[in-house]
């Protein structure tokens, strides 16, 4: 299972479409939040997409009606995705954690920080693909996959 993960793409649809269109052929595609004005404007556009994609409200959706997190299970594994405002990431991933593990998920997705992370700590596999239109770690713009098989996962973090 090939998923795709995108955040805070803050209007930028080009940065959505450059992603999803030359990684079309993905199981899930998930944007973390801060975008979901152009991915309802990439979705309006490529109708194909739409069953594959899941998204979580970010701090700067305004007025969404996007959930703030959800479970997704993924072979042998559940991921937990959320932009993670509500959660403090900026901060700590203490809290994002402990209500990652209390669901049984062993993968967890976050955003809002706009930078790049990437870690395996106690079994649990952490993403942050980092910012898609507006980095703030000197980076290029990113995005993240996971390859989900029976025999692991794989995590890496891309330039858009």
């Known amino acids: 299972m090939r998923i795709i993960v995108i955040s805070d793409t803050h209007g930028s649809y080009s940065a959505i479409e450059s992603v999803f269109i030359r990684n079309s052929d993905a ?15 990439f979705v309006t556009s490529h109708k194909e997409f739409a069953p594959r994609i899941i998204h979580v409200a ?9 959930p703030d997190h ?22 700590s991933l203490q809290h994002l954690k402990l209500v990652a593990k209390e669901n049984g998920c062993d993968i967890i ?3 809002h920080t706009h930078e790049r992370f990437m870690s395996y700590e106690d079994g649990i596999w952490l993403l942050n693909p980092g910012s898609a239109a507006c980095p703030r770690d000197e980076k290029y713009p990113s995005f993240g996959t ?15």
């Open 109 to 111: 997705l976050f955003g």
């Open 27 to 41: 199981d899930w595609f998930i944007h973390l939040g801060d975008g979901e004005s152009e991915l309802d404007r």
């Open 146 to 160: 996971i390859d989900v098989s029976e025999y692991g996962v794989l995590v890496n973090i891309a330039d858009v």
């Open 58 to 66: 970010g701090n700067c959706d305004y007025d969404s009606l996007s």
């Open 70 to 91: 959800f479970i997704l299970p993924a072979v042998e594994h559940k991921i937990f995705a959320a932009h993670g405002h509500k959660f403090g990431v900026r901060s």
